[in-house]
């Protein structure tokens, strides 16, 4: 006797559901077993040098670098400037004795004096300098200075030897008190590669005059 169509169309439907159910499960597999794409690398940050009293780091075009002392000191060295892929540099506090007179006339030190080796031509992205320094009282009649060191012909002003025929010449660079941060703070476009130093020297500018005092 032949099977009537309507009693195969139980299994049938079966044989559909079954079918269905398998390619999901196929699916669900499959997206399981799919990789991840690769996470992106993270971007490359300047490297940060620390030390006591004395730290030596490289530096890059690319990246620049930070250099850090014990003392609050700090050298910010910023992507950009004309050195070589990968160079080294030492930032430190000095040994060395500083006269004030042989700095400028009237020049009164605020805090540490440095090193920092190197001379390089920052005029593109200026290296910036700062020291702690909580609180500062001002002084009439002064402005806020860096001292930058470099080396020049010896004569009758300029007598402290660097080495060689070439004695000690100071450039005095604009400075800010930073009174949020609590830190004396200068750049500098093209470091000497010898000592830096804050200070305080007599301002050039006449002091205003306080309608007070006129007689």
Known sequence: MRPSPRMNAPSTLATLLLAALLGVA??????????????????PQP????????????????LGATYELANGAKLVL???NRISTSQTFTFSASRAPLRPTEVAPG????GPVLDF??????????????????????RPNT???LAMEFAGICD??????????????????????????????????????HRLVFGSVPDAQPAPVDPADLP
């Open 26 to 43: 196929s699916a669900v597999v499959a997206q399981d077993t799919e990789e991840d794409p690769p996470a992106a690398a993270p971007a």
């Open 47 to 62: 490297p940060v040098h620390r030390g006591r009293d004395r730290t030596t780091g490289q530096a890059s075009h690319t």
């Open 78 to 80: 910023p992507a950009g």
């Open 107 to 110: 020049f009164v030190r605020q």
């Open 117 to 138: 080796d190197g001379q390089i031509d920052a005029s593109r992205a200026p290296i910036e300098l700062s020291v702690k320094q909580r609180t500062l009282r001002p």
């Open 143 to 145: 402005k806020l200075v």
């Open 156 to 193: 009758a002003t300029h007598t402290a030897r660097l080495g060689g025929p070439l004695c000690a010449h100071w450039r005095l660079l604009d400075a800010q008190f930073d009174a949020a941060g609590g830190r004396l703070v200068a750049l500098l476009p093209s470091p000497g590669g």
